[in-house]
């Protein structure tokens, strides 16, 4: 723990005098005449356009907050603000610190609650974020992060019934797109051992907000896997092809797709549907020219197909 404070106590060090030297850089090349004191609220408005802009701008934003706090030390917004700059940055007890000068000022500020839900929960106080982010849907009850994150410990905690009226709460409110999303996975995970068909609805529907997530495109292959090896146990392989069909629809690059296009073929050439048998194989050979099994199956389909003839 000692380690840790020291480390970032250091870092910080390195970033002020990094700000420091930017300040100081940037008033030798503006002329005495050119400056302009602003007003605390003036500089926090231009924090807040540098920080909407993105963590790149993050140090410019930070540097415009110091300054109004400077002239105002009673401005809960820029401590806030300096607060999810160093939340970002994984400085936990800077986080603190600057949330505590916000309870300070004004104990009830929104935002507040949520973003020390957030880092006590980072820190593994489980017992501080659970009061916090209770206290942050009170607050702020459409907020879409604050439901996800009260959710999460919830089902942390095993209480799956109130995590999904947390994740359901969460996507009605529709005020942050990444939550509503990470409330639409963490659905589909409960859901998947019990409804599977909920399961697939609630991930298919996180995948319309991120199509290239990656932990989304997993999710559902194992569930079309499982759904389309119920199919062939049931030998109800047309089925099962059907599911097939629709994984590779979500995930067409994936090489892994050798096996479920040589499936389809397998299943096809048994049901004489052979273009779409051949369509299988030769996709399989486009995934790997040097194929021996998709070109013999390709070869053997010609002949049958010859036969029937």
Do not use: C
Request: glycine share 4%.
């Amino acid at each position: 723990m000692k380690l840790r404070v020291i480390a970032e106590a250091l870092i910080l060090a390195v970033f002020m005098i990094a700000v420091l030297v930017v300040i100081l850089g940037r008033a030798m090349f503006t002329p005495a005449d050119a400056e302009v004191t602003l007003s605390a609220e003036s500089y926090v408005q231009s924090g807040n356009r540098l920080y909407a802009a993105g963590r790149l701008k993050f140090n410019d934003a930070a540097i415009q907050y110091w300054k109004a706090i400077e002239l105002n030390p009673d401005i809960a917004d820029a401590h806030l603000k300096l607060a999810a700059i160093y939340y970002d940055y994984i400085w936990n007890n800077q986080t603190l610190r600057e949330l505590d000068e916000v309870e300070r000022i004004d104990p009830e500020y929104l935002g507040l609650p949520l973003l020390r839900g957030k880092i006590y929960q980072r820190m593994g106080e489980t017992d501080k974020a659970f009061e916090s982010f209770k206290q942050a849907v009170i607050s702020q009850p459409e907020n879409s992060e604050a439901r996800f994150y009260l959710g999460i410990v919830y089902q942390q905690r095993g209480m799956s019934e109130a995590a999904v009226n947390e994740y359901e709460k969460a996507i009605e409110g529709n005020s942050d797109e990444m939550a509503v999303f990470k409330a639409h996975l963490q659905l589909g995970r409960i859901y998947k051992t019990s409804d599977r068909g909920r399961a697939k609805s609630e991930l298919q529907k996180a995948m319309i907000i991120d199509p290239a997530s990656k932990e989304i495109t997993s999710e559902l292959r194992n569930l079309y896997k499982q759904e389309a090896a119920d199919y062939e146990k049931q030998s109800e392989y047309i089925k099962a092809a059907e599911i097939y069909e629709e994984m590779l629809v979500i995930d067409p690059d994936n090489l892994a797709n050798i096996g479920i296009y040589m499936q389809l073929g397998y299943i096809y050439k048994s049901y004489e549907l052979y273009d779409k048998a051949i369509a299988a194989y030769e996709a399989v050979s486009r995934f790997d020219p040097l194929n021996f099994d998709a070109f013999s199956e390709l070869r053997e389909i010609e002949i049958l197909r010859g036969m029937k003839r």
